[in-house]
């Protein structure tokens, strides 16, 4: 069966702003210091598996030329411009049409643009278990990750009966107060929820017709129009008109005959600045240093400098991130916040620093 | 007798780095938010006292120009050119011989460039005081600062028996370690030595004949070339054969007959970026932002931002100076490695940033 992969990637990576703007979110960012970009890495690891042609970018339209500039290799009319933001579920049904449209039945890997992957050879014997595992018929597939440590960040996936290579999936569950991760890791029986699935389009339009029948029949009508002179139109009127939905909550969460494939691939969501530190080397003192940096004791300390001179004497646990036109410095503490500073540049009206 | 005051403007202020560079040191920036530089503040607080026309500035030839375009009502044959550094005993010789030249026999405040004061009317009052004593004939005035903690990064002036307003001085001390500093304190005899002096200009002539003649004689040369065609020739070939030599060790500790008048005028030396945070209004967490500056649940953090907005999360006793090359950000607890910053870039040959 024709294996195919949609790449989300309308997000806005708001928590590695000032590096992640509007104008170029988290996934067409380098945060690693050889230079490719979060979406180009996500690709390139996928060669094994899926060629260029077979790639989907799902993206906002404001990125799409981003997209071509970053994947030369994809082709034109495999970005997917949604008109406006409306969660995954929307996305995915989009996507899951086109391809249909396109190939008839086929196995679809849905991915995230902003993810890292340490183990990449483990990473495609995974998501190969998991082809194979909807391939023989299984509903849908997620790609669920061994903990290494109570996260309270992210969802869990409780599992059940070996099937196979995969595992039945008892349940989804939102993220965990820290008693409660602790009490799952002992269990043995939850994942981290990865975002990462697998079906094939039939699998997933089914369970679309059945769940979420409005965004299913919208999603059908723009996968007719595809690569016909009514795809702009019919993709602006149907989209626009989804309401937003993410797939796990209007999916995942209510069908039943789900299956979860562990793996340990050294995944990292990357989801906010104090991630620049694990997924890049550091030096003796756990510091980061990208670019013109002078560090006099500094310890703990990441610095992503731009074009000047950065100078940190003394610092610990902070993070410091220049532009052209914006300086970040903020404890590790408080990488959250940084969203807390976007709203306050939107209510100022300050859209050209947001 | 004719009053004159002689401003000492050749310092590097390394300790304010970036701000504070080669090419435009502390003493002609602005460090407080009315925008006066520190030099512009010193002859305008001595307005009551001194005019315009009976200052002198002693300056490298490098900073000629920055005195005449900060301080345009200081006569430009009043800027006093050192054509290379060679601490304070040939700066206030060179001043002397000049003003000698000029005037005859004159008073001489010596000051620093640099430094803030409070109270400006009891400055005025407290040099008022040290002007009669050393019209009076006592030989050197030193103004003392009395201490409000046992600072210990000051010389320390051990004074005597009363004389009129004046205190005869015992002795010079060193910078003290902590428990001296604190037994200075509680003896009620010591005071913080702030290099600001007062005396006749034949004063200080006569004891640098006795006490270092060699410079004494250079200076004469000087003195008497001053407003000559010569004096340009003179004083290059003068002022670069002198030793460098402090007028503390050169003069002060050796010299008797030395009297100190003790001033509470809000003093500050404003000696490293924690000065900042001192001269200028905090908020309720104790920040001090100057700039375009955002904060997320800072706390004693002080920003001085350039161009660009400077967003500060969650930081804790930290400095932030943003110039338009160079970024900096400095623990409080380590405001004097800035200097080992400024000489990683000397090794490195990096001139233009230091």
């Keep these: 069966m024709k294996i195919t992969a949609v790449i989300m990637a309308g997000g806005r990576g ?15 960012l380098s945060l690693t210091s050889d230079g490719e970009t979060m979406i180009q890495k996500t690709v390139k690891r996928l060669s094994p598996l899926v060629s260029p042609e077979d ?3 799902v993206t906002n339209a404001a990125y799409g030329e981003l997209v071509q500039d970053q994947l030369p290799d994809v082709p034109k009319e495999n970005i ?18 086109v391809i249909q449209k396109k190939y008839g039945d086929a196995i ?3 991915l995230p643009s902003d993810h890292l992957i340490g183990y990449e050879n483990i990473y495609i014997k995974t ?17 669920g990750i061994t903990p290494t440590y109570p996260e309270t960040g992210y969802g869990y996936i409780n599992f059940g009966e070996e099937s196979g ?7 989804f569950v939102e993220k965990p107060d820290l008693p409660t991760a602790k009490k799952y890791l002992a269990s043995g ?10 079906w094939k389009t039939s699998s997933i339009m089914d369970n679309m017709q059945a769940l979420m029948p409005d965004i299913y029949e919208g999603a059908l009508r723009i996968g007719e129009s595809y690569c016909t002179p009514d795809f702009e139109e019919t993709l602006v009127k149907e989209f626009t008109a989804f309401r937003s939905e993410s797939v796990d909550f209007g999916i995942m969460e209510k069908a039943s005959d789900i299956y979860t494939i562990p793996g340990s691939f050294g995944w990292d969501d990357v989801g906010s600045w104090l991630a620049v530190e694990r997924i890049n080397e550091t030096d003796d003192d756990k510091n980061y240093f990208d670019g013109d940096v002078i560090s006099v004791d500094s310890k703990r300390t990441t610095v992503c400098a731009g074009k000047r001179l950065v100078a940190a004497i003394g610092t610990r646990d902070i993070i410091i991130v220049d532009t052209d036109d914006v300086l970040l410095v903020c404890s590790k503490n408080n990488t959250q916040d940084v969203k807390k500073v976007i709203a306050q540049l939107k ?5 050209e620093l947001v």
Tied chains: 1, 2.
């Design 14 to 28: 708001e928590r590695f702003w000032p590096k992640s703007r509007n104008s170029c979110p988290k996934q067409f």
């Design 55 to 57: 790639i989907f970018i």
């Design 80 to 97: 997917l411009s949604e008109p406006c933001a409306r969660n995954t579920a929307p996305c995915i049904a989009f996507a899951a049409a």
């Design 108 to 110: 679809m890997l849905v």
């Design 127 to 143: 998501l190969k278990k998991a082809i194979k595992t909807a391939e023989e018929g299984k509903n849908l597939v997620t790609i």
């Design 165 to 171: 290579d995969a595992y039945e999936v008892e349940r």
């Design 189 to 198: 029986k939850y994942l981290w929820n990865s975002g990462m699935f697998v």
């Design 347 to 351: 209510e100022q009206g300050r859209d």
